[in-house]
Nanobody
Framework: QVQLVESGGGLVQAGGSLRLSCAASVNIFSINVMGWYRQAPGKQRELVVTITRGGRTSYANSVKGRFTISRDSTKNTVYLQMNSLKPEETAVYSC?????????WGQGTQVTVSS
């Protein structure tokens, strides 16, 4: 079992920045892949970014150059730095982890970008 606790969402103006955190209950190097999805009202869930145990990252084209995923193994935490945010990126952002054939989800954190 993996528990994921997210934090860092909130309200920000367009062009602003937020940093999301996802704290795992296990050593993050025991997790194959971690990442973030987002889902806006009335839209399908969208994969934003992933990071593998080996550190390889993959970003959605829409966030490349603006979002950065990082991790701190001493805190078993993955971060998502989001810069130059756009109103259309208002969504619930959810952290996930794939470990030993199972997928685990955080509770989600709301990000609202005002125009």
């Amino acid at each position: 079992q993996v528990q994921l606790v997210e934090s860092g969402g909130g309200l920000v103006q367009a062009g602003g920045s937020l940093r999301l955190s996802c704290a795992a209950s296990v050593n993050i190097f025991s997790i194959n892949v971690m990442g973030w999805y987002r889902q806006a009202p009335g839209k399908q869930r969208e994969l934003v970014v992933t990071i593998t145990r080996g550190g390889r990252t993959s970003y959605a084209n829409s966030v490349k150059g603006r979002f950065t995923i990082s991790r701190d193994s001493t805190k078993n935490t993955v971060y998502l730095q989001m810069n130059s945010l756009k109103p259309e990126e208002t969504a619930v952002y959810s952290c996930y982890a794939d470990r030993l054939g199972s997928t685990y989800w955080g509770q989600g954190t709301q990000v609202t970008v005002s125009s």
